[in-house]
């Protein structure tokens, strides 16, 4: 991801890798199981950097709702966004749910 912010006075830029490598297969299906023996399964590595934040700044979430939520993603994106507001706060506020926010896209 790359982060730039540019202004008549100002000027910084800084990139952030989450992600250093990634093997990912369209499909494992029973059927094409026997052609991906042998070849690495679906795995994603993390970032040392990406992995350091993490540690550092952790968001306090239960695994059984996480769970509960696999195959919602709209609904585990609300959960994990209350939580991370509800662990980021520093005194008494408001997080309005009655709106959408413009992060989660359109119906």
């Known amino acids: 991801m790359f982060f730039k ?5 100002y000027r910084q830029q800084a990139r952030f ?3 250093s490598s990634l093997s990912l297969w369209k499909n494992e299906s029973p059927a094409n199981q ?6 690495p399964k679906n795995q994603i590595t ?3 950097e990406f992995f350091e934040e993490i540690r550092k700044h952790p968001i306090p979430v239960d695994l059984d709702v996480v769970k509960i939520l696999r195959n919602k993603p709209l609904a585990l994106d609300a959960y994990l966004f209350i939580a991370y507001k ?16 413009a992060w989660m896209g359109k119906a």
């Open 5 to 9: 912010i540019d202004s008549p006075d």
């Open 17 to 19: 890798h989450f992600i």
């Open 34 to 39: 026997q052609r991906l023996d042998g070849l």
């Open 46 to 48: 993390l970032s040392q």
């Open 86 to 101: 509800s662990a980021a706060i520093k005194h008494t506020t408001r997080i309005r749910l009655w709106c959408k926010p």
